[in-house]
Nanobody
Framework: QVQLVESGGGLVQAGGSLRLSCVVS????????MGWYRQAPGKQRELVVT???????NYAGSVKGRFTISRDSAKNTVDLQMNSLKPEDAAVYYC?????????WGQGTQVTVSS
């Protein structure tokens, strides 16, 4: 079992920045990849970025160059630095952990971007 708790969401003006954080606990050694996903109202949940155990990252094209994922093994956190935010980035952001075929999700954190 893996538990994920996100924080850091909020309201920001377009062009601003936010940093999301995900605290990971439980069977951390069994995690094969982690990532951030988002879901806007009326839309499907979509990938923002993933990072594998080896550190390989995969960014959605819409956030590449603006968002950066990082992890701190000592603190068991995975952060998402979001710069140059756009109104279309507004969504609930979810932290995800993959343990082979299983997916674990946090409760989500709301990001609102005003134009």
């Amino acid at each position: 079992q893996v538990q994920l708790v996100e924080s850091g969401g909020g309201l920001v003006q377009a062009g601003g920045s936010l940093r999301l954080s995900c605290v990971v606990s439980g069977s951390i050694s069994s995690i094969t990849a982690m990532g951030w996903y988002r879901q806007a109202p009326g839309k499907q949940r979509e990938l923002v970025v993933t990072i594998t155990r080896d550190g390989a990252t995969n960014y959605a094209g819409s956030v590449k160059g603006r968002f950066t994922i990082s992890r701190d093994s000592a603190k068991n956190t995975v952060d998402l630095q979001m710069n140059s935010l756009k109104p279309e980035d507004a969504a609930v952001y979810y932290c995800n952990a993959k343990v082979w075929a299983a997916n674990y999700w946090g409760q989500g954190t709301q990001v609102t971007v005003s134009s």
